[in-house]
């Protein structure tokens, strides 16, 4: 049996694997818990991007960085944060990696260096070439990717953060999880070019597109970018395509969109699906392997509704903490 | 003492903090060679090289937001908006990520950064570089303003200010740049949220911000000719805002006016005036409180038009005596 894919071993395959399906797990329990009425406000589920998510992140060492979207529960999952305190969190919990006020859609985890999500579009770009700027002014040699979408390519903030990181030649990747969609605007629509990647050249820096179902496409270009950053020779820009398969929030009929579109996507383009695929044929995962992982998948998701569950409420008295530092 | 002016002062408030500390760093338009469009940074490329007073593209939001993220990730950048209209196009970065994410993010992280900016009217910059609008900023939780009026306060709350860790949105009126004033040559900390007496008075408490501390003092050095005694006030930030110094002198005088350079309606004097209002002091209280501010209209180009849009020293003389005479 073979215990390699070019030069990953079979560890790092598996970990990758484990990682894409907990994401998924976890997007489809916490569907469910709001469907229950267990979870408040809103949420952005990033099914169908698990091999960007994973793929990008799987090209990190743990002391870089990343900043997060508001479709970033997988990135937070791939960046290792810990679920139950993730999922304590959508539940608004006093035990949520944010006490209960931030939500899924300000997902951080300093620790783990994810500077977080943002429910502004165009934001983190912009925090991202200033983690940069740290790591080159303090020489501390770590990179930072930054994901937004194709929506958010088209904000003004990302353009000038481009800009920024080239002039600065600064060690950011930008990646765009290119899904299609900004809420309901098609990126055909929205965007004259066809590919956002081709914006690279206007920045000075070069551009990529990547296939963004193929997970270990998107680990291998990440990782030259990544080798670029850390060598000095400033950012990169990717575009992987994807697809989410679900609505932009809870609230989404999907009317912008045929129901054909997203069969081909999910029938023929999931992540998951065709990573499995590869192992399976390469020899590096077998079905008592698998079942294995897919255990440990729930396992991991089954203790962190308990968890939450479990978890008391933020006091009110702590309603006024945290503002000032 | 040596006497320096505002600029001067806050140029080396900055110049020796930087001396002492090599997180901190400064960013914004033509600071470097150029020296900033009020000659605030001149000299300091040349002391501390263009990594650490770096000039940046035209891009206030992109810069504005890298100054976020390096200071969540352990720098301490002092920005500078060119002027303090361009806050507008920062705003997302000052109000939805700075101001908020050590909240969002459950107590997690500070965002230790200083955006310095000239504000106000009175040099014919008109509608678009003349604006003064603090009111804006200390409305947002998670924000420090702060509005020093004399090159004494300006050194010693900047270095309040860079000593932080949240983020403190700094103003510096345009007219002020040039007043002389006795310095300390050493570092000294003023803490923000403490109000200063800049003048004991009697019979009515003024309380004025900025540049109309200085209109305010001279309108008291008349008034006393004419047997009226004021304090005057400066509160030096507005956010956080020392209550209790207000609240002490108006108890003692029963009178207050309250002057800004800022667009009176929706301004911060209608804070103060409610902060009186609430408190004890509403039983002294002789007469009604008495807001004067900028008129209701985009600061005009033409000299005249300008000078008549902000409270003059004539203004803040008769919206003292309405005080003093009426009841």
Redesign the interface.
């Known amino acids: 049996m073979s215990t390699q894919i070019g030069n990953l071993d079979q560890d790092k395959l598996l970990q990758i694997y484990y990682q894409m399906n907990l994401i998924r797990e976890f997007e489809m329990e916490i569907e469910k818990q709001f469907m229950r009425g267990k979870l408040y406000g809103t949420m952005h589920l990033c099914i169908g991007q698990e091999g960007t998510a994973v793929g990008a992140i799987a090209a990190l060492e743990p002391e870089d ?1 990343i ?1 997060s979207t508001h479709r970033g529960h997988g990135l937070s999952i791939a960046k290792e944060t810990d679920i139950n305190l993730m999922m304590a969190e959508l539940y608004g919990k006093a035990t ?7 939500g899924s859609m ?1 997902l ?1 985890d ?2 783990v260096g994810n ?2 999500a ?3 579009l165009g ?1 983190g ?11 080159k ?2 020489d501390l040699g770590y990179v930072v990717i930054t994901f937004f979408g194709d929506g958010a390519s088209n904000e ?2 990302v353009h ?2 481009m ?2 990181a080239a ?1 600065w030649e600064l060690p950011v990747i930008f990646f765009c999880e290119n899904n299609q969609y900004g809420m309901s605007g098609s990126v055909k629509d929205m965007t004259k070019i066809e590919n956002i990647a081709d914006r690279a050249v206007a920045y000075g820096m070069p551009g990529h597109i990547v296939n963004g179902s193929d997970v270990l496409e998107v680990m291998k270009v990440t990782q030259q970018a990544v080798e670029r950053a850390r060598k000095g020779e400033g950012p990169t820009l990717i575009e992987a395509k994807t697809y989410r398969w679900k609505g932009h929030s809870k609230s989404d009929p999907k009317k912008y969109r045929t129901s054909d579109e997203e069969k081909e996507w999910i029938d023929e383009r999931d992540p998951i699906v065709l990573f499995r695929n590869k192992l399976i044929e390469d020899g590096v995962l077998n079905e008592e392997q698998e079942k294995k992982i897919l255990q440990k998948v729930k396992k991991a998701i089954e203790g962190a509704v308990e968890f939450a569950e479990d978890s008391p409420e933020p006091s009110i008295e702590s309603l006024e ?5 | 003492m040596r006497e320096i002016t505002f600029q001067q002062a806050i140029r080396e408030s900055m110049s020796q903090e930087m001396r002492e500390n090599e997180l901190v760093y400064l960013m914004g338009e033509d600071i470097g060679v150029y020296g900033g469009a009020f000659g605030v940074t001149n000299g300091m490329i040349g002391e501390f090289g263009k990594e650490r007073i770096r000039d940046t593209p035209i891009s206030e939001i992109g810069f504005t937001g890298a100054a976020v993220g390096s200071a969540i990730t352990g720098m301490r950048p002092i920005v500078e908006i060119q002027f303090s209209d361009f806050l507008l196009v920062t705003i997302d970065q000052l109000v939805n990520q700075a101001a908020k994410m050590r909240y969002m993010f459950g107590g997690k992280g500070k965002v230790p950064m200083v955006l310095r900016t000239p504000n106000g009217s009175g040099l014919g910059f008109a509608a678009q570089h003349s604006q003064s609008l603090e009111a804006w900023l200390a409305h947002i939780p998670g924000l420090k303003v702060v509005q020093p009026s004399t090159p004494y306060d300006a050194k010693g709350l900047l270095k309040a200010a860079m000593d932080e860790d949240n983020t403190v949105v700094f103003f510096e009126h345009k007219m002020l740049y040039g007043m002389k004033g006795e310095v300390p040559e050493e570092a000294y900390s003023i803490p923000l949220g403490k109000a200063d007496v800049k003048r004991e008075g009697q019979d009515v408490t003024i309380i004025a911000t900025s540049i109309m501390v200085q209109r305010s003092l001279e309108a008291a050095v008349q008034l006393e000719s004419e047997g009226i005694s004021c304090e005057v006030i400066d509160p030096r930030t507005l956010l956080p805002l020392d209550e209790e110094t207000i609240i002490e002198s108006v108890k003692k005088t029963g009178r207050a006016v309250v002057v800004h350079e800022a667009v009176k309606r929706g301004g911060f004097g209608g804070e103060i005036a409610s902060v009186i209002q609430e408190s004890e002091a509403f039983d002294y209280l002789d007469a009604p409180i008495q807001r004067l501010g900028g008129r209701f209209i985009p600061i005009p180009y033409n000299p005249e038009l300008e000078k008549n849009s902000v409270p003059q020293v004539a203004d803040i003389i008769e919206g003292v005596k309405a005080t003093i005479y009426r009841s």
């Open positions: 960085k900043t949520g990696i944010s006490k209960g006020k931030g300000h951080a300093l620790d500077l977080g943002n429910g502004i934001a770009q912009a925090h991202a070439v200033g983690a940069a700027l740290t790591s002014m303090r003004g903030a000038e953060s800009n920024l002039v903490e945290d503002v000032y530092a």
